[in-house]
């Protein structure tokens, strides 16, 4: 049981030191949940439950002054408790977002103190201390792992029998409300991305997406083998820019003799 907690916390921790290395979204549950599964010995829940929570997740980004529910701590923890207590899916969805939230507001304290570290790193910039700079970046993420770390190990040690007690106290059908509500999830998602990312310039593009889907019978790899096309030659990505236009001055200077 300790072994398990100490496995949880550093997955935790692994999500949460995503954010210094340049974050390449391993603090996904869908990433996460897996790992998870494979400590507690069911990889195949961890998978299920993963894929349900990145759903649920799925539009909580942080825009602006806005900071989402804390999706680390609470999808590592709601995958654990769920498969430790033999619970479904829906129950892990009924635990994760409560768990995000409280953990959001665990993180929010924690982070009153760290103007001063920042304070310490202009200080740095304005004698040009690059290491003085780099040591506060690391530690200011380090705090944040540290803490995910503390709070998944104590947590899943320590709270087994009062998340059970917590399910039996539920009534069935909030239980069965979450699961219904994890069928609509998708569409809520993907309606939340498309108001950040469709603009004029890209709805064509996603629209040829979806016609080449249901009328063409394209897979998804082909489309995204062909977005990918379409983005090389847009963005020329390639570098063929110049050269086709020096081709075409050469073109013009031929027609002229």
């Not at 907690?5 to 974050?23: N, R, V, W």
């Not at 989402?68 to 479904?88: H, K, M, R, T, Y």
């Not at 409560?98 to 665990?106: D, E, V, Y």
Request: glycine share 12%; hydrophobic share 55%.
């Amino acid at each position: 049981m300790l072994v398990q907690a100490i496995l949880i916390g550093l997955i935790a921790a692994f999500g949460k030191l995503d954010y210094q290395l340049g974050t390449l979204y391993a603090f996904r549950p869908i990433v996460l949940c897996p790992l998870v599964g494979i400590v507690l010995g069911d990889l195949q829940s961890g998978l299920a439950i993963g894929a349900s929570l990145e759903l649920l997740f799925m539009g909580s980004i942080s825009i602006g002054a806005y900071v989402p529910p804390d999706e680390c701590i609470g999808g590592v923890l709601a995958c654990a408790f769920a498969i430790q207590l033999g619970q479904s899916t829906e129950a892990a969805i009924a635990l994760a977002m409560p768990i995000a939230t409280l953990c959001l507001a665990i993180k929010n304290v924690v982070n009153a103190g760290m103007p001063l570290l920042v304070d310490r790193a202009d200080v740095f910039a304005s004698k040009g201390n690059l290491k003085g700079i780099y040591a506060m970046h690391w530690i200011i993420g380090l705090v944040i792992v540290v803490l995910a770390f503390i709070l998944c190990s104590v947590s899943f040690y320590l709270g087994a029998d009062a998340v059970q007690g917590l399910l039996d106290f539920i009534p069935t059908f909030v239980l069965d409300g979450f699961g219904v509500a994890a069928n609509i999830l998708p569409a809520m998602g993907f309606a939340m991305l498309g108001r950040l990312v469709l603009t004029k310039q890209l709805a064509p593009f996603y629209f040829l997406g979806f016609l080449l889907c249901s009328y063409a019978n394209v897979p998804v790899l082909g489309v995204a083998l062909i977005a990918i096309i379409i983005g090389i030659d847009k963005y020329d990505l390639l570098g063929l820019g110049g050269a086709q236009s020096q081709l075409s001055v050469e073109g013009d200077e031929d027609d002229d003799f």
